[in-house]
């Protein structure tokens, strides 16, 4: 059964090969059986899971089955979940029962589909590598001495390795983008608004946004399809029509014009990585795609004006977490400063601590302008530069990540370093641009991405590039020996 | 040396509205604490807020009230600190493009002529919740309904040069903003208070002194008792020499006194920066024209109209508009009677009297407009005179009831009867052969002496026109 897509589980499920709860049950043993390898969930919730997939079964028996009805997700643990411990994979709120679901959460309950449990992810979703997380580091299966990248690499590793269908996972500066690519799925992040925020923990608001892993863009389609949409709950989510974002997928790429920014293939780019992009080039060149070389000449300011923003949107929206209300809260408090500072020195991590720092420097008066202001305005030229690259070009193509995933360790003494992995996904957070990562091959048995950026709201677009070339490659389909 | 005060207020009024600015829960005074806060006021980790439209339409409706620019794009912004009653660890407020730009109001002083006091900005923002000290053994307790109720903060101009000036502006935007309904203006419930800038200088001195900055005044009294100690005490320090610290402090209405609170060097950097959880406010012209023209009558046009209209003069109409609701109280008795003068002189005397001793507002009167006009009614028309019309009045406020059912079971009615009153006339001059003899021999003043004994013998009722005028003929007789 884990072998199969939504898409072939659906079918299976509609045809009565076997019941939700049979298809519940076979992934929480394998949670059961893999996870421990791999740290993949922070929590699973198998009495919770088989109540849905009971209900679901019931729906499918009098034929008014969703597309997601009696399918198992794995939902990321920034995601409020009514009566479900929601960490954020933060000390700070490893005792947080979240008294209400997030949009999302509420969209998959709506959609029948079952949640399998919680995964694990860098705390507060800061990190590129899942070794921020306050439950461990997580292991990428396709070898458990790397990194599965971040900051949604529990989610990205359950479904790498099967211990789900797939995922959900929120992306603010690559963290579904950068994981996919390192654990050969397909990573969708929409464009900023598409999806609500809402119960979303908040790490940088004006990046933050959710997404799905998947084997396929089918699939993607399919998850979009529930979580898209305008949530009166959430400001920012956007009054934008919700296309069936299955029904183009089969259009073909002839003459689809396509950007490859020389930037992105510059220095730092590993050169084997760069062969399996140029093989996928290939493939949509046979295709009938065009290829332009674009410029996108703001490129180097997008990793400096993005560890500016993100962090100072940090340090405010993470003032919440003060022991007073909800989490952590440190023993025998002697007066209120005490408990502040006990609290949260106690309850985050150093890379949280780390940000929040940097971002309310970035804030304090007197340098407001010199860094935020500036980073702000930088993000406007980016942004630009991307809408000047539309006017030539459909979409545009490069790879996620400069190299395939590192080892555990390798780069935690170097932030700086680890903030540079993203640096080909970030300046579409800045820009708020929709993008997805597409398994294009391997590189000494570790996954390398493709990564497709469009315009504002072309998630159907997106979806149907990613389709094609999945139509006549399979390095999706391939997974990692040790779960088949 | 003649020292000049130098004040502006920072006038924090909270909207009326039913729901909070960035959620669903109820504003509601009085409830259970924390009944009235949700997931959004709880600061919960993943929520957002989702701006009320309401507030927001009725900070323009207050800006096209003072006549002021309104922000077509206006922010939040986040103002950052740690707090247990500010459950996000941050205020969300609007600091560089506030809803209101500058305007400015009229104020009256006491010599009768007027002065522009300019508003510099007016801003939405957000109430933090409230601590309570006591009753939690050592501990505090936190109550949330309060958080996130919405507030216009009204910044004026140093325009102000005395503490009445700073009472008649303060009362001023009261009285603005209650017209226009967009505050209940309940100062006891904290709805309306105000932060006062005080500073001295040299009278003819250009040049601002240091000013403190006196914390959350929330009422008229206070304000004017506020700045004067503030002022004591900053002449006080200048005069022997030494410098005023710009700090913010805090008036204890009960010692009279204000204290330290904290100094600029203390100051917070709150590292203000926009809200990336709420857009921009983008508002049109047509928007504005729209709240426009709900606009009621404001207090200085009504208070031309009562003037015009029913011939005021600027005082009374003044004190008749003060509020809306007295000036309503005002225009249906004095439409209901048909004579504005007696209208006037009761609702500002007799009535306004009795509401500020008990400390009423208007609003929890006993007498309603309708039963005060039915009792000056009966004095037009003669059934009792003014003075029993005071007495009636009294009844009607301790036990309510009309007018006239009071002068019927009480016997108020005034006698007119002039067969009966020449009676009594008669009586009267029999009895006082002396005080006849001296009235007709010229001591005129003796008139209220008669008056007074047929007073006397009726209990006030005998209709004091009449008996003058028959008093009068038969004394001439």
């Known amino acids: ?484 | 040396m003649q020292w000049e005060v130098v004040i502006g207020l920072e006038i924090h009024a909270q909207l009326a509205t039913k729901s909070k600015i960035f959620s669903g829960s109820s504003t509601a005074f009085g409830a259970e604490p924390n009944t009235q806060a949700n997931v959004v006021d709880l600061g919960m980790p993943g929520v957002l807020p989702v701006m009320n439209k309401e507030a927001l339409n009725m900070a323009v409706k207050f800006g096209t009230a003072i006549g002021a620019e309104i922000g077509k794009r206006s922010v939040f912004d986040r103002k950052n600190y740690f707090y247990p009653d500010l459950p996000k660890g941050y205020q969300t407020t609007q600091l560089e493009h506030p809803i209101v730009g500058l305007g400015e109001v009229e104020i009256e002083l006491e010599d009768g002529s007027t002065k522009k006091i300019g508003v510099t900005r007016a801003h939405l923002e957000e109430d933090a919740g409230k601590s309570l000290h006591e009753d939690f053994s050592g501990a505090t307790g936190i109550d949330l309904n309060r958080a996130g109720t919405p507030l216009i903060e009204i910044v004026s101009e140093p325009d102000m040069r005395s503490p009445e000036e700073a009472v008649a502006y303060m009362r001023k935007i009261h009285s603005i903003v209650t017209y226009i309904g967009v505050c209940d203006g309940n100062m006891q419930e904290g709805s309306f208070r105000c932060d006062a800038n005080v500073s001295m200088r040299p009278k003819g001195q250009e040049e601002f002194g240091t000013r403190a900055e006196l914390k959350n005044i929330n009422s008229f009294r206070f304000v004017e008792r506020a700045i004067n100690v503030e002022i004591e005490r900053q002449i006080d320090i200048l005069e022997s020499g030494g410098t005023v610290v710009q700090e913010t402090r805090l008036y204890d209405s009960n010692k009279n006194e204000t204290r330290s609170m904290r100094s600029k060097e203390d100051a917070m950097d709150y590292r203000y920066f926009p809200d990336p959880d709420l857009l921009p406010i983008v508002i049109t012209d047509e928007d504005i024209e729209a709240i426009r023209a709900t606009l009621p009558e404001l207090p200085d046009a009504k208070k031309i109209r009562f003037m015009d209209e029913f011939k005021l003069n600027a005082e009374d109409a003044r004190i008749l508009t003060s509020s809306l609701e007295l000036a309503d109280f005002f225009e249906a008795v004095a439409k209901q009677t048909g004579d504005a003068k007696l209208a006037s002189s009761w609702v500002s005397g007799e009535l306004a009297g009795r509401l500020n001793k008990e400390g009423l507002n208007i609003k929890a009167s006993p007498i309603n407009a309708n039963q005060y006009a039915g009792l000056l009614t009966r004095i037009q028309d003669n059934t009792i005179s003014g003075k029993i019309a005071k007495e009636v009045l009294d009844a009607m406020w301790t036990e309510g009831g009309d007018a006239d059912s009071i002068i019927e079971s009480k016997g108020l009615k005034q006698i007119s009867d002039t067969g009966a009153l020449e009676a009594m006339v008669d009586k009267v001059i029999a009895d006082n052969p002396n005080q006849v003899e001296q009235f007709k021999a010229g001591k005129e003043k003796l008139m209220g002496f008669f008056v007074g004994q047929i007073m006397k013998e009726t209990q006030g009722k005998a209709n004091p026109g009449q008996i003058n005028a028959l008093l009068k003929k038969k004394l001439s007789e």
């Open chain 1, 1 to 484: 059964m884990h072998t199969k897509t939504i898409a072939q589980l659906a079918a299976s499920l509609k045809a009565g090969e076997f019941s939700s709860v049979e298809l519940t049950q076979h992934y929480i043993n394998r949670i059961k059986n893999f996870d421990q390898g791999l740290n993949s969930y922070i929590t699973v919730v198998e009495e919770r899971a088989i109540e849905q997939a009971t209900e679901a079964d019931k729906i499918i028996a009098t034929g008014n089955a969703q597309p997601l009805t009696g399918i198992p997700f794995a939902q990321k643990d920034i995601f409020c979940t009514d009566g479900v411990k929601t960490t954020c994979g933060s000390k700070m709120l490893d005792n947080f029962i979240s008294p209400y679901d997030a949009t999302v959460i509420e969209s998959f309950n709506n959609a029948g589909a079952v949640m399998l449990g919680k995964t694990n992810m860098d705390e507060f979703a800061m990190g590129s590598s899942n070794e921020t997380s306050f439950y461990g580091t997580v292991k990428n299966p396709w070898n458990t001495e790397y990194v599965p990248g971040g900051s949604s690499g529990g989610a990205a590793a359950s479904v790498a390795a099967r211990l789900a269908p797939a995922s959900t996972g929120t992306d603010t500066g690559g963290s579904i983008r950068q994981p996919a690519a390192l654990c050969n799925l397909t990573g969708l992040k929409p464009s900023y608004g598409r999806v609500s925020r809402f119960g979303m923990i908040a790490f940088a608001s004006s990046l933050d946004q959710a997404g799905t892993f998947t084997q396929t863009a089918e699939d993607a389609a399919l998850m979009l399809n529930v979580m898209a949409g305008l949530d009166e709950k959430d400001s920012t989510s956007i009054d934008e029509p919700v296309p069936d974002y299955s029904a183009n997928l089969n259009q073909d790429v002839k003459g689809l014009k396509v950007g490859l920014p020389k930037e992105y293939f510059a220095d730092g780019l590993d050169a084997e990585v760069a062969k399996r992009i140029d093989g996928a080039i290939e493939e949509y060149k046979k295709l009938g795609a065009e290829f332009v070389e674009i410029s996108l000449p703001n490129t180097h300011l997008s990793v400096p004006a993005y560890y500016i923003v993100a962090p100072a949107e940090c340090s405010s929206n993470l003032s919440r977490f003060d022991g007073v209300r909800f989490g952590h809260r440190c023993d025998d408090p002697k007066d209120l400063e005490d408990l502040y500072k006990r609290s949260r020195g106690e309850g985050f991590g150093s890379e949280v601590k780390r940000r929040i720092l940097v971002g309310a420097y970035a804030l304090s008066s007197g340098y407001y302008d010199a860094y935020y202001l500036k980073a702000q305005k930088i993000r406007r030229l980016i942004a630009n530069d991307f809408t000047e690259a539309f006017k030539e070009v459909d979409v545009i193509m490069s790879p996620t990540t400069p190299t395939p995933a590192f080892k555990i360790g390798e780069k935690n003494d170097d932030p700086i370093s680890m903030y540079y992995s993203d640096i080909y996904t970030i300046a579409v957070n800045l820009a708020g641009l929709p993008g997805i990562s597409v398994p294009c091959g391997f590189v000494n048995n570790m996954p390398v991405g493709l990564q497709v950026i469009a315009p504002y709201f072309a998630e159907s677009k997106l979806l149907n590039v990613a389709h094609q070339y999945q139509q006549v490659t399979d390095w999706h389909q391939r997974m990692p020996e040790a779960y088949k």
